[in-house]
């Protein structure tokens, strides 16, 4: 379910489905260029992964060296830390994820949209806080240590802008002109020349946080829908010619090129063999104890990266948008409810998916660790059946128990006090959650990564 959307946030979403061809996201006039503008897009099928992807970036479009590339990465893949982006596009309102909902001054800023003292579930870390009703899920989550909560994060200064202060979190930093993402950067430090799949969109545009300045990234919209193509062959047929051509391609022979036409054939039809589970929906191998929400996009591309990182595939860093829109400036009260829910459930599904695949008998969950951001959280004020911009917001980081070290980061800040634009004043920077993900998760060379970085504080959340 969408949000009831403001103007700006309307007129860009009409802008990004206008241009979606184009590669990356576009925005008004005035405002700043997403990360990543001018790259080229290359369409290109890798074959050892069996995806058609966006590529953006690198050198010289070399398909075969692009699929030596993820060949040789995939030997070292299921030793390689993975982080997810999940992004919960409009401005996520903190105070109904978490409310306050004993206090007296949050019950007078909302007098329609409060949540009554009990109707939630109780929050571990804060007696002051409980979970909306939709959110069960996260709360299991955070009560078996496998969520951290960051229940007041943000930026000096904020700017209530969705497009600026996005591209603010995009970047890594608060400027205007920054054209490379945080997580590009890093894959400029640490990612390969070859291998477009260590930086992955899980969209038909490239998320801006992945635009790096000289390493190849990639998007790719619909990772359950790839297949091989055959044309006007009907399934039956083209099961026994399958089986046909992996037969043909695994006979010996001393011609050299028969040899390798043969190979070629063999390798095609092992490839869509193996990600027969792909294709469609249910994927035949998710663990009986990942039950996902049906009908849900989001839910769908997280069962299928699930399936893609249990495969060996050679990802380092994926960005997707979550389910709905939270730009609720009207109708919040059930807008949010339905958005939650499917949120929840999805995300829960996705950490038990993830802990029922093992990787040499240790499970998958324990190199994957998902960071959750919003733009920035709602006005504590409601305007009557929503809330406008606000400034700091939620943001949660899901794992396993031993890697995630805390359970809630930084105070909550209350509604008593609030900045000088009546806003909840924020406790996190989200440059300290950055600093920390880069240093302790997915390491490697960070040196530039994150500008002005000592200024940021390494906030320990995870285990070392």
């Given at each position: 379910m969408n949000a009831c959307h403001c103007k700006e946030h309307s007129r860009a979403a009409v802008m990004r489905e206008a241009a979606a061809g184009n590669g990356l996201r576009p925005i008004e006039p005035g405002m700043p260029m997403p990360a990543g503008t001018g790259l080229s897009r290359r369409a290109f099928l890798a074959r050892s992964s069996g995806l058609?992807?966006?590529v953006f970036g690198g050198g010289a479009f070399a398909p075969r060296a692009f699929e030596e590339g993820i060949a040789d990465a995939m030997s070292a893949a299921r030793q390689s830390s993975v982080l997810i982006s999940v992004f919960l596009d409009g401005g996520l309102d903190t105070?109904?994820?978490?409310?306050?909902?004993?206090?007296?001054?949050?019950?007078?800023?909302?007098?329609?949209?409060?949540?009554?003292?009990?109707?939630?579930?109780?929050?571990?870390?804060?007696?002051?806080?409980?979970?909306?009703?939709?959110?069960?899920?996260?709360?299991?989550?955070?009560?078996?240590?496998?969520?951290?909560v960051v229940p007041a994060i943000g930026y000096s200064s904020p700017n209530q802008s969705h497009f600026t202060s996005r591209h603010f979190y995009e970047v890594g930093e608060l400027?205007?002109?920054?054209q490379v993402g945080w997580l590009g950067r890093w894959l400029d430090r640490n990612g390969r020349a070859d291998n477009p799949l260590q930086g992955l969109s899980l969209d038909t545009t490239l998320a801006p946080a992945l635009a790096a300045a000289s390493m190849p990234v990639a998007a790719v919209a619909s990772p359950t829908n790839f297949a091989l193509g055959t044309d006007g062959v009907g399934a039956g047929v083209k099961t026994s010619m399958n089986q046909?051509?992996?037969?043909?391609?695994?006979?010996?022979?001393?011609?050299?090129?028969?040899?390798?036409?043969?190979?070629?054939?063999?390798?095609?039809?092992?490839?869509?063999?193996?990600?027969?589970?792909?294709?469609?929906?249910?994927?035949?191998?998710?663990?009986?104890?990942?039950?996902?929400?049906?009908?849900?996009?989001?839910?769908?591309?997280?069962?299928?990266?699930?399936?893609?990182?249990?495969m060996g595939l050679p990802i380092r860093c994926v960005a997707l948008d979550g389910n709905g829109g939270y730009d609720t400036h009207e109708n919040q009260a059930a807008t949010l409810t339905a958005n939650l829910t499917q949120f929840s459930q999805a995300l829960?599904?996705?950490?038990?998916?993830?802990?029922?695949?093992?990787?040499?008998?240790?499970?998958?969950?324990?190199?994957?660790?998902?960071?959750?951001?919003?733009?920035?959280?709602?006005?504590?004020?409601?305007?009557?059946?929503g809330t406008d911009h606000g400034a700091a917001g939620a943001s949660l980081l899901m794992g396993s128990t031993s890697n995630l070290a805390k359970g809630m980061e930084g105070e909550y800040t209350g509604v008593t006090t609030l900045d000088n634009h009546q806003n909840l004043r924020m406790s996190t920077d989200f440059r300290s959650v950055y600093?920390?993900?880069?240093?302790?998760?997915?390491?490697?060379?960070?040196?530039?990564?994150?500008?002005?970085?000592?200024?940021?504080s390494n906030l320990g959340l995870i285990k070392t």
């Open positions: 058609a992807l966006a105070l109904a994820l978490l409310a306050p909902a004993a206090d007296a001054a949050y019950q007078a800023l909302r007098p329609t949209l409060k949540m009554a003292p009990d109707a939630g579930f109780a929050f571990r870390d804060d007696p002051r806080l409980q979970w909306h009703s939709a959110a069960a899920p996260l709360k299991a989550l955070h009560e078996e240590d496998k969520l951290t400027n205007e002109s920054g046909a051509y992996g037969t043909l391609g695994r006979l010996a022979t001393g011609d050299p090129q028969l040899a390798v036409a043969r190979g070629a054939a063999a390798q095609v039809v092992g490839i869509q063999e193996s990600l027969a589970g792909l294709y469609g929906q249910p994927i035949a191998d998710t663990p009986a104890a990942a039950t996902y929400p049906a009908n849900s996009g989001f839910a769908t591309k997280l069962r299928a990266l699930a399936k893609m990182l249990h829960r599904a996705f950490q038990a998916d993830l802990e029922g695949r093992l990787e040499n008998g240790v499970p998958l969950a324990e190199r994957v660790i998902v960071h959750v951001w919003s733009e920035f959280g709602r006005r504590p004020a409601e305007n009557g059946s600093r920390t993900l880069l240093e302790d998760w997915l390491g490697g060379d960070i040196t530039g990564v994150l500008p002005n970085a000592s200024q940021f």
